[in-house]
């Protein structure tokens, strides 16, 4: 488990703990409170093109199996 979800759940001794749905409501309210209060920017990293590609090789993999 990794990223959002550990940020949620994970204590500060990384440890996951179980918690209530209105826990883990809480949890899931401060986490986004924190994180909107410094905003990055999405940032692209891959090539246009190669995306493309690699979108037309997946449509290409899936129509042969079917």
Same mark, same amino acid.
């Given at each position: ?10 204590? +500060?001794?990384?440890?996951? &703990? ?7 409501? =809480? $949890? /899931? !309210? #401060? ?7 410094? +905003?990055?920017?999405?940032? &692209? ?7 493309? =590609? $690699? /979108? !037309? #090789? ?9």
């Amino acid at each position: 488990m990794g990223g959002i979800a550990l940020a949620i759940l994970a204590g +500060p001794n990384h440890r996951i &703990r179980q918690l209530s749905v209105i826990g883990a409501q =809480a $949890a /899931i !309210n #401060r986490y986004v409170a924190e994180h909107n209060d410094r +905003p990055t920017p999405a940032v &692209r990293k891959a090539d246009p093109a190669s995306v493309i =590609a $690699a /979108i !037309n #090789r997946g449509k290409q993999a899936s129509e042969s199996i079917h």
